[in-house]
């Protein structure tokens, strides 16, 4: 079983700073792209922002310059500091892991369960 589970979600005022983090874990062979994804209410969910195993990182356009993912591949764990936060920043925000249980699987997108970001204005 593998799972994923995001944490440091909250309120905080427009102009304020979140960090959250996302931890893999259970049986996995190998981890490639792991990032986050948001949901807004009535909206549909986006890319906020992701990275390879080898550090590439890509961004949706409405978050660059604010927001920086990083990662800690021995932890199985990604981060996203989110600076400048606005309230158009305000989702349920989901990580995610593209993964390998076994050599021999196929990779599959395991998801967490999200965690709320509210941005107050």
């Known amino acids: 079983q593998v799972q994923v589970v995001e944490s440091g979600g909250g309120l905080v005022q427009s102009g304020g700073s979140l960090r959250l983090s996302c931890a893999a874990s259970?049986?996995?062979?190998?981890?490639?792209?792991m990032g986050w994804y948001r949901q807004a209410p009535g909206k549909e969910r986006e890319l906020v922002a992701t990275?390879?195993?080898?550090?590439?990182?890509n961004y949706a356009d409405s978050v660059k310059g604010r927001f920086t993912i990083s990662r800690d591949n021995a932890k199985n764990t990604i981060y996203l500091q989110m600076n400048s936060l606005k309230p158009e920043d305000t989702a349920v925000y989901y990580c995610?892991?593209?993964?390998?249980?076994?050599?021999?699987?196929?990779?599959?997108?395991?998801w967490g369960q999200g965690t709320q970001v509210t941005v107050s204005s």
């Open positions: 995610y892991g593209d993964m390998k249980r076994w050599s021999w699987s196929s990779t599959y997108k395991y």
């Open positions: 990275m390879t195993t080898g550090g590439s990182s």
């Open positions: 259970g049986v996995i062979f190998s981890i490639d792209a």
